[in-house]
């Protein structure tokens, strides 16, 4: 039986700029079952790292709530709010920003273990091995510095250190976007057997759609701020409802010449508008070949089209 | 056919503190007139310092080409061009795309003035009928409202619009050979459909030749005619799209084939990544770059390098699996 371990309600997030309201996530719901991965996609400036972070509560809430195993993350004190840091960690997307380059890498995998005291001396040096041999680094890589690993090296080591203090969810922001392919597919692997070994439940943002559909059991196609359909990863893949995720997927060009011969695309016009006072209505609308005179005026909610799978679109009513 | 440019064992090494790093260790392609070649690789495989090293962009010191020489319709040596004389051909011969649209455009300068920039320099035209074409340039790669356009700066400009306008410079010359360095990297996946677009459409309208230079296999089934794949600065394996992505020959070719995902999988395979590293090329491997990390290795394989052969028609590569004496056929 499955069991939600994390839910969202109506989140917003906006910012506050010179002329105007960013609004960042505007009105998102979703809930994540302990143990699956649920795969966030979307362009640059959607929305999705925005969520993640405000999620983990880097950011606070400007509305809304998040519930994680039932407690609202945003209103979380004391002895609860470092417990709750404890279970729920993330993994960066730069792997050469996130690591200190002052601190040895055993010091950096080591600092939540540090942080909320949980082994000491021979201990935290037993606790630094075993986690560089889980992500698949020999264990005298403790005393380095993070200048001396690769790209998908330093990857590892940022896992390493999520996984330290032993949490249950893993918020992962394109972790993987920074890495050359041969490489992705080392660290894919490597988050798809802590997965199992672990139990882990896994947030996993990306604009790579090939890779979420690969690691994703369940997936949520993000615009503007908004969510525009959430269905099981095979699903969206195979059907797609919302005008944009058939834009979007029928953009990524195949790795196969064939198929790209015979392939019709359907090219969206324009850019991704500014998400700086946005319009009333559906935000897709300026760049939707099938938009309609209701979508200018109202926004549509995300409802269920079929069995878990949702969209937010006038089409599907 | 003609060949617009032959590039031939071409080396490329950088001094640093280090000692000599090897980027570019003998690499031979042709492009010929009309044709879409892409050169496939991972970071660090040397396929930015080959094309930047056609245009002359890399400063000498600290880069020295050592051997090769690139010929540029079929009589000029680039190679052997002194600065000024590289000059006239930079940017009205050969125009270059980089990667990253942000950059790449000089933020103090209104696009207009970009444009017209070469046109002014190189055709020798006023400004005003510059400016004339730089309307005409903008309309070609789809910016609407030109008029309007080019008295803006860059920073008014999105990502997709700004490639576009880097396009447009490159192409103001007319020139007969267009380097594209990660055209669309940067680009999110709706914007690089558009830009991938617009290059196939220009290269059947003006017939350009192009080099695209990229990682992403995707684009290179959807754009190119031809595929270079390179590792540690060499090319390893070259052939038609068709020869490169049904009938690969090379163990590395396999391994980037087998570790990129495909969006029309229809269930979840799983991903067989090559493992370990690329050699550090300030001491490469004495004998094949890719050795160490192909599990198809032979004895020879760490002692000799192999030679380029030809397979059939214009598919070569350079492994020993190839050798008439290895008596295993894996495939």
Redesign the interface.
């Known amino acids: 039986m499955s069991e939600t371990i994390l839910e969202v309600n109506n989140l917003k997030k906006y910012f506050g700029v010179t002329n105007g309201v960013l609004k960042a996530v505007d009105n998102v719901s979703l809930s994540i079952q302990r143990g699956e991965t649920f795969g966030l996609v979307g ?2 400036g959607c929305g999705k790292s925005t969520l993640g972070r405000t999620i983990m509560r880097l950011y606070s809430a400007t509305d809304g709530e998040v519930l994680f195993n039932g407690e609202n993350v945003h209103q979380l004190k004391g002895g609860r709010l470092k417990q709750f840091n404890r279970e729920m960690q993330m993994v960066f997307q730069d792997p050469y920003a996130s690591l200190n380059p002052r601190m040895t890498v055993g010091d950096i995998i080591a600092e939540g273990i540090d942080i909320h005291r949980l082994y000491s001396g021979v201990k935290r040096r037993e606790r630094v091995a075993e986690l560089l041999h889980t992500v698949g680094l020999p264990e005298e890589h403790a005393s380095r510095f993070p200048h001396e690993f ?1 790209g ?1 090296q330093r990857q590892r080591i940022g896992i390493a250190r999520a996984l330290a203090i032993k949490p249950q969810f893993i918020v992962a922001d394109e972790p993987v976007s920074a890495l ?7 660290v ?2 490597l988050f798809k057997r802590l997965q199992k070994e672990n139990g882990l439940t896994y947030l996993f943002i990306s ?5 979420v ?2 690691i994703a059991d369940r997936c949520g196609v993000m615009y503007l701020g908004a969510l525009m359909e959430v269905a099981k990863a095979s699903e969206l ?1 195979r059907k797609p409802l919302h005008p944009y995720t058939v ?11 064939e ?2 011969r015979k392939r019709e ?1 359907v ?2 016009e324009g ?2 508008p500014s998400p700086i006072n946005p319009p009333p209505g559906c935000r897709f609308f300026a760049r939707c070949p099938k938009a309609m005179p209701e979508c200018q005026v109202n926004a549509p909610r995300l409802i269920a089209v079929e069995t878990e799978h949702y969209v937010a679109c006038h089409l599907y009513k | 056919m003609k060949n617009i440019l032959e590039v031939k064992d071409l080396k490329v090494s950088f001094h640093t503190y280090a000692g000599e790093v090897q980027a570019v260790r003998g690499v031979s392609f042709e492009l010929r007139k009309g044709e879409v070649l892409a050169i496939v690789g ?2 660090g495989c040397g396929k930015s310092v080959t094309s930047q090293t056609i245009m002359r962009l890399i400063p000498s010191p600290p880069s020295i080409i050592k051997a090769g020489s690139i010929i540029f319709d079929e009589t000029i040596d680039l190679v052997q061009l002194s600065l000024k004389e590289m000059e006239s051909i930079r940017g009205s011969e050969i125009g270059m795309i980089f990667q990253d649209p942000m950059t790449s455009l000089n933020p103090t300068m209104t696009i207009g003035k970009q444009i017209t920039e070469g046109l002014v320099k190189h055709q020798g035209l006023t400004q005003e009928k510059a400016q004339k074409q730089a309307i005409e340039l903008l309309l070609l790669v789809g910016i609407s409202r030109p008029e309007t356009r080019i008295k803006q700066y860059p920073h008014e400009f ?4 700004r490639q576009r306008v880097m396009i447009a410079i490159s192409l103001a010359c007319r020139p007969k050979l267009l380097i594209a360095d990660e055209p669309t990297t940067a680009l ?7 830009i ?2 617009l290059l196939k459409d220009l290269q059947d309208k003006i017939g350009s030749s192009i080099i695209i230079i990229t ?8 754009i190119a005619q031809r595929v270079a794949v390179m590792y540690a600065g060499k090319i390893v394996e070259q052939g038609t ?2 020869d490169i ?2 009938s690969a020959q090379h163990p590395y070719t396999w ?3 087998h ?7 229809e269930e ?1 395979s ?6 370990g ?1 690329p050699p550090d090329l300030l001491d490469p491997p004495l004998g094949c770059a890719f050795a160490a990390r192909c599990p198809h290795a032979l004895n020879i394989c760490l002692k000799e390098d192999p030679q380029t052969q030809i397979i059939q028609d214009e598919h070569s590569m350079a492994c020993w699996l190839m050798d008439k004496r290895v008596k295993v056929k894996i495939c």
């Not at chain 2, 999110?188 to 558009?194: F, K, L, M, N």
């Not at chain 2, 990682?215 to 959807?222: S, T």
């Not at chain 2, 570790?259 to 999988?265: A, E, K, T």
């Not at chain 2, 799983?270 to 493992?275: A, D, G, Q, R, S």
């Open positions: 362009e640059s690769s998908g050359d392919v041969s490489v992705q597919a080392q894919i692997n604009h790579d759609l090939a890779m559909k690969h893949y834009a979007l997927l029928s953009a990524i060009p195949i790795p196969d010449p198929v790209e695309r090219i969206l850019d991704v | 991972e970071s999105s990502g997709g619009m999110d996946v709706t914007i690089q459909a558009q991938i677009d990682h992403n296999l995707g684009v290179v089934a959807d799209v068709d992505f049904y391994g980037l084939l570790s990129i995902l495909r969006l029309d999988d979840k799983e991903l067989v990544p090559i493992e590293m």
